[in-house]
């Protein structure tokens, strides 16, 4: 059973447009949610979080937006540059006892063009 | 400021060989711990995490194994390799938090290959 989904396994966008990764949960208790950034053979690396208390934050050109009624989140990136090119990973956790374990969707690989 | 490391970083062993992957955190005291493994065309998989020295829990059976020696310190293990242990390995670590907001940070990775 896949709790966090990402359904579009690629994502191809044009430099300087805006770039859209979306990312569904089934998971009720999830109430924080991460996007992560991978190139090919480095580590994940952490870009933007959100509490589910909030719909919406930015840090300077990414901006996650929540919607709970919908269990839906999404990433935006503007402007997309070639250097965003990697695998994005939408995670999430679950309030409570569980709380340490990040449950992960499968990834998106976004390819930005010049 | 925090940083983690692990090695190696890449390995190919034939099947029925040890392994024994490394991991140290700098930086923090008493940080949550953890093993992911990445396969081919797949998500992140955590396999083993740990909140304290001693204390490993997993995740999916396995033929692997963690440990904590040391506070910073997380080591992954197999005494007999299987084909299928190859993918991308990766350590990480937390700030352990009651409420909310665990954000995970992670390694380079250690690229497997058994064979």
């Known amino acids: 059973d896949q709790q966090v989904k990402q359904n579009s396994p690629s994502l191809s966008v044009q430099e300087g447009r805006i770039s859209i990764l979306n990312c569904d949960y089934t998971?009720?208790?999830?109430?924080?949610f991460l996007w992560y950034k991978k190139y090919p053979a480095e580590g994940p690396t952490f870009l933007i979080s959100?509490?589910?208390?909030?719909d919406k934050n930015e840090d300077g050109r990414f901006t996650v937006f929540l919607n709970k009624s919908a269990k839906h989140l999404s990433l935006h990136i503007v402007p997309s540059q070639p250097g965003d090119s990697a695998v994005y990973f939408c995670?999430?956790?679950?309030?409570?006892?569980?709380?340490?374990?990040?449950?992960f969707g499968k990834g998106t690989l976004l390819t930005v063009n010049p | 400021s925090q940083t983690i490391h692990q090695w190696p970083a890449t390995l190919v062993q034939p099947v029925g060989s040890p392994l024994s992957l490394e991991c140290t955190v700098e930086?923090?005291?008493?940080?949550?711990l953890y093993w992911y493994r990445q396969a081919a065309g797949r998500g992140l998989q955590l396999l083993f995490y740990?909140?304290?020295?001693?204390?490993i829990s997993s995740e999916v059976p396995q033929n692997l194994s963690a440990s904590r020696p040391q506070d910073r310190q997380f080591i992954l293990s197999s005494k007999k390799l299987l084909l299928s242990d190859s993918g991308f390995y990766l350590c990480?670590?937390?700030?352990?938090?009651?409420?909310?907001?665990?954000?995970?940070?992670f390694g380079e990775g250690s690229w497997l290959t058994v064979v």
């Open positions: 990480a670590w937390s700030v352990p938090r009651k409420s909310s907001g665990n954000t995970i940070y």
């Open positions: 998971n009720s208790m999830f109430d924080y």
């Open positions: 959100i509490s589910s208390i909030k």
């Open positions: 995670a999430a956790s679950a309030r409570g006892g569980s709380n340490y374990k990040l449950t």
């Open positions: 930086g923090t005291s008493n940080p949550n």
């Open positions: 740990s909140v304290g020295i001693g204390q």
